[in-house]
Nanobody, 124 residues
Framework: QLQLVESGGGLVQPGGSLRLSCAASGFTLDYYAIGWFRQAPGKEREGVSCISSSGSSTYLADSVKGRFTISRDNAENTVYLQMNSLKPEDTAVYYC?????????????????WGQGTQVTVSS
């Protein structure tokens, strides 16, 4: 069974940090670009970040540049999203997704497999 599982979400104060993990089971992530998306209450899901299969190319949405970092460890079959200087507007359910050929990193249509999401809440 092909599955992506996100972890690492939680409640954090503004200015704090979290590291999200996206682990795969049933398949190897080596040949997939991995994207992170988020959906806040009442809003559409938006692309946050993406990393190519080799890790040589990354994408970050303007809203998170300078605060978030994406990385991957293919040996661990896991992709990470390090989130620093978190703001209340970062509150959302965060999803990871795997795509075999991603031409537009923030467009959901390029992604084949999705996780169930992990809640991130930034609040004092």
């Amino acid at each position: 069974q092909l599955q992506l599982v996100e972890s690492g979400g939680g409640l954090v104060q503004p200015g704090g940090s979290l590291r999200l993990s996206c682990a795969a089971s049933g398949f190897t992530l080596d040949y997939y670009a991995i994207g992170w998306f988020r959906q806040a209450p009442g809003k559409e899901r938006e692309g946050v970040s993406c990393i190519s299969s080799s890790g040589s190319s990354t994408y970050l949405a303007d809203s998170v540049k300078g605060r978030f970092t994406i990385s991957r460890d293919n040996a661990e079959n896991t992709v990470y999203l390090q989130m620093n200087s978190l703001k209340p507007e970062d509150t959302a359910v965060y999803y990871c997704a795997a795509g075999g050929e991603v031409k537009t990193p923030n467009d959901e249509v390029w992604y084949d497999y999705w996780g169930q999401g992990t809640q991130v809440t930034v609040s004092s």
